[in-house]
């Protein structure tokens, strides 16, 4: 069975700063997806990136970018120039390929201070 | 157009009542899912149809019920209600080629 661990319940970093959130999974899998979801109090889910593992390369969408390490299993997600409506809840989001379950981590709270 | 839709958005009800919540997509998904998220905003799934097909109940009680009339929708109907139901529901749905889910906007349900 996989697992995903966040171990950063709450994390808080001022306006305009980069933080990076953290995220390690377990898997006996080689081919899978990564995801990143973000859940503002509106309680809606966001998929803010993904990752498939069999690409080296970092996914990056605007300011948010991932470190994948799949030897590690770990997938960092990076926030650049955080913004107040960066705050939310994280959730980092494992599924295997050709598998229907999807496997969440606890979350990170995120909040941005103005 | 809304891709994921839920009804209803707030649901509250005694204990003892039962009641249904429903979920349709318009993306031509085939496979569709609900997720429960408790107070401490764990996420877990409970249910998985393909096609109308059952492929994965995670050991919910049998109160719980899902029906899938057709691949667009998926619906949850719970019996007997107990104050540890009182949760958010999601809907969900995935394509055949990304393995990305769409979410749908949660039901809040509140068993008093």
């Known amino acids: 069975a996989q697992t995903v661990t966040q171990s950063q319940p709450e994390m808080s970093v001022q306006e305009a700063e980069t933080v990076t959130l953290s995220c390690t999974y377990d898997t006996s899998e080689s081919n899978y997806y990564l995801f990143w979801y973000k859940q503002p109090p509106s309680r809606q889910m966001i998929l803010v990136i993904r990752?498939?593992?069999?690409?080296?390369q970092n996914a990056t969408e605007n300011r948010f970018s991932v470190n994948f390490q799949k030897a590690a299993k770990s997938f960092s997600l990076k926030i650049s120039d955080s913004q107040l409506g960066d705050t939310a809840m994280y959730f980092c989001a494992f599924i295997g390929f050709g598998n229907e379950k999807l496997t969440f981590g606890t979350g990170t709270r995120l909040t941005i201070i103005p | 157009d809304t891709a994921v839709s839920q009804t209803p958005k707030y649901l509250v009800t005694q204990m003892g009542n039962d009641k249904s919540i429903k979920c349709e997509q318009n993306?031509?998904?085939?496979?569709m899912y609900w997720y429960k998220q408790d107070s401490k905003k764990f996420l877990k799934i409970m249910f998985s149809y393909n096609n109308k097909e059952l492929i994965i109940n995670e050991t919910v009680p049998n109160r719980f019920s899902p029906k899938s009339p057709d691949k667009a929708h998926l619906n949850l109907h719970i019996n007997s209600l107990e104050l540890g139901d009182s949760a958010v529901y999601f809907c969900?749905?995935?394509?055949?080629?990304?393995?990305?889910?769409?979410f749908g906007p949660g039901t809040r349900l509140t068993v008093l």
């Open positions: 990752q498939e593992a069999y690409k080296q």
């Open positions: 969900a749905s995935m394509g055949r080629l990304s393995n990305e889910q769409f």
């Open positions: 993306l031509g998904h085939d496979t």
